[in-house]
Structure formats: structure tokens, C-alpha cells
């Protein structure tokens, strides 16, 4: 991976969005909505008021609304703050 993220912040890879019909019509990207869940790829050392807890490889949801999207070689990416993931998917 070609991004360190720096501090506090994860870099994640957001799960594909779900492809959904209603009656034969098929929803465009648009109107999709956006995925809540993802993977963890990177993540920064921490800063010294708060470790992270998170790992690289880890399943996590996240607030709507959370992060800053990144393309990279056509692929969308999150990055966030640690404290903007609400949980670990076990």
C-alpha cells in the first residue's frame, strides 16, 4: 500500500455497496447507500494521548458521514480518525 496514514488515522477500504431492485429497477450508484462497514489496511502509530487499538485486517463500522474519501489507482479508500470507528466486527 502505497498510504501511511499519520497519527491517530486508519486508512480503510469500504465494503462494495449492496445491489438492490425494487420491482425490476435497478437503483443507480446515485442513490445507493453508502456502505457503513469496512477494512482496515493502514493504520498511523498513535498519537501519545491515545494507542491504537486497531490493527490492519480488522472489520469495523463507521458513522455515515465519517472520514475523507481518497482514490487511489481507481479504487475508493476512507481515511479517518480512530475515534470516528464506532466498532470492531469480531
Avoid at 481518497?70 to 470492531?88: C, F
Amino acid at each position: 500500500m502505497n498510504i501511511q496514514p499519520l497519527a491517530d488515522r486508519v486508512l480503510i477500504k469500504p465494503a462494495p455497496a449492496e445491489e438492490k431492485t425494487v420491482g425490476g429497477i435497478i437503483i443507480p450508484d446515485t442513490a445507493k447507500e453508502k456502505p457503513l462497514q469496512g477494512e482496515v489496511l493502514a493504520v498511523g502509530k498513535g498519537t501519545k494521548d491515545e494507542e491504537m487499538v486497531l490493527a490492519q485486517g480488522d472489520c469495523v463500522l463507521y458513522g455515515k458521514y465519517s472520514g475523507t474519501e481518497v482514490e487511489l489507482n481507481g479504487e475508493k479508500y476512507l481515511i479517518m480518525r480512530q475515534s470516528d470507528v464506532l466498532a470492531v466486527i469480531k
